[in-house]
């Protein structure tokens, strides 16, 4: 069973975003993902000082199942990324809401957040991929 922390925000494609303060952010795949992907091994991680919009594609995150793109929870700048997971991708398997986080960012609309999921209705849309 995946693990759904409560005081995160969930988007339809299983990215998570915590807010640090008012408008600063980390994010990252969730543990429903990592599980989906299986052994995961490369990591594209989005270029700091990027200016994304809500949805837009960031990174990609590539296993030995699949390839699957990761998408920007919210508009703003990227203020930094996990290098980490340059030589560590497998970290993303191991700790997907703590040393697996993939990018922060500078939160441009905070109003965006209620357009995101909490854990309840995240756990309600995985359901069916269970």
């Known amino acids: 069973m ?9 988007t339809k494609d299983s990215e998570w975003i915590r807010m640090d303060d008012e408008f600063n952010a980390t994010c ?8 989906m992907l299986t052994d995961i091994v490369f990591v594209e991680l989005p270029e700091t000082g990027m200016e994304v919009a809500q949805g837009e594609q960031v990174g990609v ?11 920007s929870p919210l508009s703003g700048r ?10 560590s991708p497998e970290l993303l398997n191991g700790d997907p809401y703590g040393e697996g ?3 922060k960012i500078e ?3 905070p109003g965006e957040l209620d357009s995101l999921m909490n854990a309840d209705a995240y756990a ?7």
Do not use: C, M, R
């Not at 995946?2 to 969930?10: C, H, V």
């Not at 309600?124 to 269970?130: D, G, L, S, V």
């Open 2 to 10: 995946s693990n759904i922390p409560e005081d995160l925000k969930y």
């Open 28 to 35: 990252g795949i969730t543990d429903h993902a990592q599980e």
């Open 61 to 71: 995150v590539e296993s030995v199942k699949a390839v699957s793109n990761v998408y």
């Open 78 to 87: 990227i203020a930094g990324v996990n290098q980490a997971l340059e030589n």
């Open 101 to 103: 986080w993939i990018f």
């Open 107 to 109: 939160v441009k609309s």
């Open 124 to 130: 309600a849309h995985i359901e069916p991929e269970k």
